[in-house]
């Protein structure tokens, strides 16, 4: 009930925010993360529910190959990749999208590019994953009958029987990843949210602590003004829910205008001035 009271002036009685100036530090942090998982809730369905590979993203990358410019000179033999031009220096490197990047190189040597999200890596023995700043092993040649003998340049023929190998490991290889890649793609937007919001009280805080005419210390005044930016994280909620942009917007101005009606009008009726966040 407490917490809907607060969720519930926030919203709607700014000017009764000013009622919970007692309220202990850790039952706002309890209400903060609140709202963060309110504001999570539509990208973590979303990323339960959809595949990691799909049957689109097989198309893309298969005509991706096709028109590329030159044949992949690499293939495998005896579980071991090799360079067609036997230049095991040679890192052969194809953009996939904007955050995906697949490399190709003959040796053991660690090779990262910082701007995509993912890195799929054919390295001498077997293909790594970079993510999340993790380089870990996906599978070994040796692990999959599909690889033997595999000669990427059929990727650039088009050839039926090499999409066919590469599909298969895939097919068998998602289910593997699926709960550990999907876990950590919702926790790294839940920290990126509980930053973005923290950071947007604290900008809230700063810009209205200094026109108030409330005698308050600067700890106190966050802690209410995470109360405040209930409308912020509602309207959201509901711009990636329902993909309107609008909403943002609208939950951006809601907040504003209650932060200005509470920092503006209401008279401090109990606390301790002196208590810090």
């Not at 031009?85 to 890192?91: A, E």
């Not at 290889?173 to 923290?198: D, H, R, W």
Request: charge should be positive.
């Amino acid at each position: 009930m407490k917490l809907f009271k607060r969720f519930r002036d926030g919203l709607f009685n700014p000017y009764n925010v000013n009622n919970y100036i007692d309220d202990k530090k850790g039952f706002t942090v309890i209400f903060f993360f609140i709202l963060v998982i309110l504001m999570v809730l539509p990208s973590a369905i979303s990323t339960i529910a959809s595949p990691i590979v799909d049957y689109e993203d097989k198309a893309y990358l298969r005509e991706t190959f096709y028109h590329d410019e030159a044949e992949v000179p690499f293939y495998i033999n005896s579980n071991i990749l090799f360079n067609t031009n036997r230049d095991n220096n040679f890192v052969y490197k194809k953009e996939i999208g904007n955050s995906t990047l697949i490399i190709m190189k003959a040796n053991d040597d660690v090779t990262t590019y910082a701007r995509y999200s993912t890195i799929i890596e054919f390295s001498r023995t077997g293909v790594f994953i970079h993510q999340f700043g993790i380089r870990r092993l996906l599978c070994s040649y040796k692990d999959y009958f599909e690889f033997s003998n595999m000669k990427f340049s059929d990727a650039y023929n088009n050839d039926g029987e090499f999409w066919q190998n590469i599909f298969s490991i895939i097919d068998k290889e998602v289910p593997k990843q699926e709960v550990l890649y999907k876990t950590m793609n919702i926790v790294l937007v839940f920290i990126a949210t509980a930053f973005s919001l923290a950071l947007w009280s604290l900008i809230f805080s700063v810009f209205n602590k200094s026109t108030s005419t409330k005698k308050m210390s600067f700890g106190k005044f966050w802690q209410l003004m995470i109360y405040l930016i209930t409308p912020y994280a509602v309207l959201y909620t509901m711009s990636k829910m329902f993909g309107l942009n609008l909403l943002y917007y609208i939950g951006l101005g809601w907040t504003i205008v209650n932060i200005f009606r509470f920092s503006r009008k209401v008279v401090i009726i109990k606390g301790d001035d002196n208590d810090e966040l």
